[in-house]
Nanobody
Framework: QVQLVESGGGLVQAGGSLRLSCAAS?????????MGWYRQAPGKQREVAAT???????NYADSVKGRFTISRDNAKNTVYLQMNSLRPEDTAVYYC??????????WGQGTQVTVSS
């Protein structure tokens, strides 16, 4: 059974940094097509923050470009999201996401990121 374990959320002041980690177990890395992060702010729909394919292609929401960096460590089946220059509008629950080559997608339980002004 695939499990995603997230860590790294918390409270930070505007302008600060956080690093999110998501470790996937129960799936071999080459069976994963996309790993990434979505986020959902209170009262808003879940939206993509950043994704990375197993071929190294990355995609970012316009609102985080230049501030967030996604990376994958295939040996550890882990995806990271380095978040710099955080803004209050980045406050949200961040969800790890895995899109396998075949089969259903998987989601983590979510980790809260709160940015104070």
């Amino acid at each position: 059974q695939v499990q995603l374990v997230e860590s790294g959320g918390g409270l930070v002041q505007a302008g600060g940094s956080l690093r999110l980690s998501c470790a996937a177990s129960g799936i071999i890395f080459f069976r994963i097509h996309v790993m990434g992060w979505y986020r959902q702010a209170p009262g808003k729909q879940r939206e993509v923050a950043a994704t990375a394919t197993n071929g190294g292609r990355t995609n970012y929401a316009d609102s985080v470009k230049g501030r967030f960096t996604i990376s994958r460590d295939n040996a550890k089946n882990t995806v990271y999201l380095q978040m710099n220059s955080l803004r209050p509008e980045d406050t949200a629950v961040y969800y790890c996401y895995v899109d396998p080559i075949a089969g259903a997608d998987y989601w983590g339980q979510g980790t809260q990121v709160t940015v104070s002004s």
